[in-house]
């Protein structure tokens, strides 16, 4: 029989590989898509079930099996969060949506660290408000340069702690904005509207949040032109005789049945860690050393803050989407000692659980008293911090260890930076200045050392001009196997302080179109 050929093979099913799939089939091409993890189906969620009147534990979200999957970690400590399901960790994200600014793209040429992008911020900008439209995104304009605006949708509304912080922001000169997230603050965009339940990060039961299992792939699948091989891990790209992949070897996780998709083009979506794992496994051209190379993320910290005007208030219910609202980046006073910047999300932990107990001393009625005084009070800071992307923080594959597939596992190096370091100083000063100036109660913040990377890691497959440092051009095509394409996180150079995944979408539509555009002209 005849092996078929698909034109563009597709691994990996999250945020970048969904959008890029549905992408092209709607473009008229025939595409094989290979997600390592099964489909769930949100609606069976029960997130609103009381923890103890559920029949069996819920794991914490719908797409963590992937954290049952061995990886070895050296260097400073930080979390690396793979999702095993159709759709990524678009399943289980909290969907906060920003634009990267022109600065962003410059960092050598504007802050002489790192090195820039070869792509500006005007050639991603008509990409970035496909973006926004395809994945709804809710926030408002304010015309700030490190942050520009986009398409949005009505946004989210601040609750009674955020206008207090707000205010206290505004004594500190910084700027509170509506938060910029991809969900639905309203019916009438093709999902349900959020109830505002702040399980997003769980998973979204009715799909209010962006997830491309739900809003992506349905309408792509019935083009006829997308064809979903799930639950089947790619072990291996295998070369053909002209140098060029020629076809990726899969094993299913249940069956442990092995096949062969072949394709004329391979588009890498895995996630931040497993692409380079691929590459690295396969042995494809690696001639500088750099696949897997400049791994980074954010740097992040959280303050909890207990605010006095509001202790003792009635209970109320506090729930929402999360977050409501950003403090965007700001530039304050010349004691600064470092490169980069850090936003702060609020409120996304959730209001259910009484954070304070852990910190109050004592026990019995007077305990309980002040558990439940405090309550109404409960506020946080998320602190998102730029983290310098440096040569020697990098993903490996292990020698010897593998996985339940065979497959060798992946190995995380990575050391925070002096940049880093400072960065995270100022950034829990600032937190407890602002509560400071909004008056607590009781104020928690763990300041022993900097976390990382809030599942936001980038970089070890990086975009650039010259192959000594990069791994793929500006058009996200890999330098020494031209057929291959990565789109997933790994393609950034750097990274500001903001959330990546809204650059991911703008980068997957970006490599459709580049994709289609070729293939037309027979560059591929
Ligand atoms: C709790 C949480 C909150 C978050 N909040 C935000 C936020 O507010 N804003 C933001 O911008 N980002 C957020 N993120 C990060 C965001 O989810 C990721 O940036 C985004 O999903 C990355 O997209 P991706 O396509 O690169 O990877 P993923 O979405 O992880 O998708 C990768 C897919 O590839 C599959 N895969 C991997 N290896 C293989 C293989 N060898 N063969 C077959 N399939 C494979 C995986 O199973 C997975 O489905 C959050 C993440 C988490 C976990
Ligand atoms: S808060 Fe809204 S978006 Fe989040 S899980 Fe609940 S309904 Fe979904």
Same mark, same amino acid.
């Given at each position: 029989m005849v092996q078929r050929v698909y034109d563009v093979c597709v691994i990996g099913a999250g945020a970048s590989g969904g959008v890029l799939a549905g992408a092209l089939a709607q473009a008229g091409v025939e595409v094989a898509l290979v997600e390592g993890g099964p489909y769930r189906d949100?609606?069976?969620? #029960?997130?609103?079930?009381?923890p103890y009147s559920r029949a069996a534990p819920q794991t914490?979200?719908?797409?963590?099996? #992937?954290?049952?999957e061995p990886i070895e970690m050296h260097g400073d400590p930080i979390g690396i969060l793979r999702a095993r399901v159709l759709g990524g960790r678009t399943t289980h994200w909290n969907a906060v949506s920003l634009r990267f600014a022109e600065a962003d793209f410059r960092e050598r040429s504007w802050n002489g660290i790192e090195d820039d992008w070869p792509i500006s911020y005007g050639e991603l900008e008509p990409y970035y408000d496909r973006a926004e439209r395809l994945m709804v995104v809710c926030g408002t304009r304010e015309n700030l340069e490190a942050l520009p605006d986009g398409q949005f949708i009505p946004p989210l509304k601040p609750r009674c702690s955020e206008r207090i912080l707000g205010r206290a922001c505004q004594k500190l000169g910084l700027r509170m904005i509506p938060v910029r997230k991809a969900l639905a603050t309203e019916a009438g965009h093709g999902r349900a509207a959020c109830h505002y339940c702040g399980h997003c990060m769980q998973g979204c039961e009715v799909s209010a949040i962006f997830n491309t299992a739900e809003h992506v792939l349905p309408a792509a699948r019935k083009t006829g032109r997308l064809r979903l091989f799930s639950n089947s891990m790619a072990r291996q790209l295998l070369l053909g005789k002209d140098g060029r992949v020629r076809s990726a070897s899969l094993i299913h996780r249940q069956t442990r049945r092995e096949e062969e998709v072949r394709a004329r083009v391979f588009v890498l979506c895995c996630g931040n860690v497993e692409s380079p794992r691929l590459w690295l496994n396969s042995r494809l051209a690696n001639s500088h050393d750099a696949v897997g190379r400049y791994l980074h993320g954010h740097v992040t910290h959280r303050t909890m803050g207990w605010l006095s005007e509001l202790l003792s208030s009635p209970p109320a219910n506090?729930?929402?989407?999360?977050?409501?609202?950003y403090i965007p980046r700001f530039r304050r006073g010349p004691h600064r000692d470092y490169a980069g910047g850090f936003g702060y999300q609020l409120n996304f932990l959730s209001y259910a659980v009484p954070h304070q107990a852990k910190h109050l001393p004592g026990y019995g009625a007077a305990f309980k008293r002040r558990v439940r005084e405090l309550q109404p009070g409960f506020s946080m800071l998320g602190g998102f911090g730029k983290v310098v992307a440096h040569r020697d923080n990098r993903v490996t594959v292990h020698p010897r260890r593998r996985d339940a597939y065979g497959i060798p596992i992946p190995v995380v190096h990575f050391r925070w930076q002096a940049n880093d370091l400072s960065l995270f100083r100022d950034m829990v000063a600032t937190g407890r200045e602002i509560y400071e100036a909004a008056g607590v109660q009781l104020l928690v913040s763990d300041d022993a050392r900097p976390a990382g990377f809030a599942s936001h890691e980038v970089g070890a497959m990086r975009m650039g001009v010259d192959p000594q440092n990069s791994?793929?051009?500006?058009?996200?095509?890999a330098h020494e196997v031209k057929n291959v394409f990565v789109t997933d996180g790994s393609c950034f150079t750097t990274m500001p302080e903001k959330n990546p995944t809204l650059t991911i979408v703008a980068l997957a539509l970006r490599t459709a179109d580049t994709i289609v555009a070729l293939s037309r002209r027979g560059e591929l």
């Open positions: 949100p609606a069976r969620l #029960a997130n609103h079930a009381w914490p979200s719908v797409g963590v099996d #992937a954290q049952l506090q729930d929402g989407a999360t977050d409501h609202v791994v793929v051009n500006r058009f996200c095509q």
